[in-house]
């Protein structure tokens, strides 16, 4: 659980672009995150600023309570979901 990686070439791009973008890198990636359960996939810059702000929640507010919360939304996504 924690932000999605991103590939570089884009990292070193927004970084330049999004004040604190770079505060995203501070935790280990996961497969799986807030930001992914909160907010569907970037379109413009202005999608990439939302999903920040919910990955910095989750370095401010990270626990076992909210990763546990994270696994379990996302594995009734797959359920409730189905693609």
Same mark, same amino acid.
């Given at each position: 659980v924690g932000p999605r990686p991103?590939?570089? /070439?884009f990292v070193s791009k927004l970084e330049t672009q999004i004040p604190y973008y770079e505060t995203r890198l501070l935790i280990k990636p996961g497969i /799986?995150?807030? =930001? @992914?359960?909160?907010?569907? =996939?970037?379109?413009?810059?202005?999608?990439?600023? @939302?999903k920040?702000?919910?990955d910095i929640y989750y370095l401010k507010n990270?626990?076992?309570?909210?990763?546990?919360a994270?696994? =379990?939304? /996302?594995?009734?996504?797959f359920f409730v979901n189905p693609k």
């Amino acid at each position: 659980v924690g932000p999605r990686p991103e590939r570089p /070439t884009f990292v070193s791009k927004l970084e330049t672009q999004i004040p604190y973008y770079e505060t995203r890198l501070l935790i280990k990636p996961g497969i /799986t995150g807030w =930001a @992914q359960l909160n907010h569907r =996939a970037d379109i413009d810059l202005e999608d990439v600023k @939302q999903k920040l702000q919910y990955d910095i929640y989750y370095l401010k507010n990270r626990s076992l309570i909210l990763d546990l919360a994270i696994i =379990a939304k /996302t594995l009734k996504s797959f359920f409730v979901n189905p693609k």
